[in-house]
């Protein structure tokens, strides 16, 4: 599989701050790019997802930001809150027509909003 | 509730033990997964079922055998597992990716997630 590089591995951020969470990829065949939110005891979930032909995508307070040049892509939570506190996983694939869709995975970024 | 139902949630045997994860989804899909995760690590795609067909086995031990019966369920057979096999185990389905040239619709290939079933092997 290829890899997709996720930073920083944990975050903490005050109520109210800006979190931001990056991963790069290397297969320029990815054309489909989410981020998945995962809580203690829970399965990951789809939080929001990107294709590359466009370089922002929003959904109320979180933000995709895409650079297809530079093969990176990041996820911004504006106003975060208590609640965000998860762990955010970044994925990319090929979304080959008609198939099953193969993510590869980032390897976490375990989010921390203090009251 | 995802539609994502996996049994056991917790699981807990020997290397010389024979055990089953269960996955059920009850969404209409026609793809499902076997993801691990474990700490520290990325989710690591297992096996892909396709219409019941297994499309891809990145290179998991034979000690690990999925089964697809129909397109709502899926297990994964355990026999003579490893303590590093201790992990989650999380089944996932979605609908196939959107074909080229189909008219737009709800389908964005999301993948679906069980809560996991948590295994120790002792």
């Known amino acids: ?115 | 509730e995802t539609g994502v139902t996996q049994t056991p949630r917790h699981l807990v045997m020997g290397m010389t033990n024979k055990k089953s994860l269960k996955c059920e989804q009850h969404l209409g899909h026609n793809a499902m997964y076997w993801y691990k995760q474990s700490a520290k690590k990325p989710l690591e795609l297992m096996f892909v079922y396709n219409f019941k067909e297994q499309t891809e086995n990145n290179s998991v031990p034979s000690r690990f055998s999925p089964e697809c019966p129909n397109s709502s369920h899926l297990f994964l057979h355990l026999h003579t597992l490893q303590p590093e096999d201790s992990a989650l185990y999380l089944c996932a389905s979605s609908q196939l990716a959107p074909s080229a040239g189909m008219a737009p619709s709800t389908n964005t290939g999301e993948l679906f997630f069980g809560e996991g079933s948590r295994l120790t092997v002792l």
């Open chain 1, 1 to 115: 599989q290829q890899q997709v590089k996720q930073s920083p591995q944990s975050l903490i951020v005050q109520k109210g701050g800006i979190s931001i969470i990056n991963c790069a990829y290397e297969n320029t065949a990815f054309d489909y790019f989410p981020w998945y939110q995962q809580f203690p005891g829970k399965g990951p979930a789809l939080l929001i997802a990107i294709r590359p032909d466009v370089s922002e995508k929003k959904e109320g307070r979180f933000t995709i930001s895409f650079n297809k040049s530079a093969k990176q892509f990041s996820l911004h939570i504006m106003d975060s809150q208590p609640g965000d506190s998860a762990t955010y996983f970044c994925a990319a694939a090929r979304g080959i027509s008609g198939s099953a869709r193969q993510l590869t995975f980032g390897s976490g970024t375990q989010l921390t909003v203090l009251p």
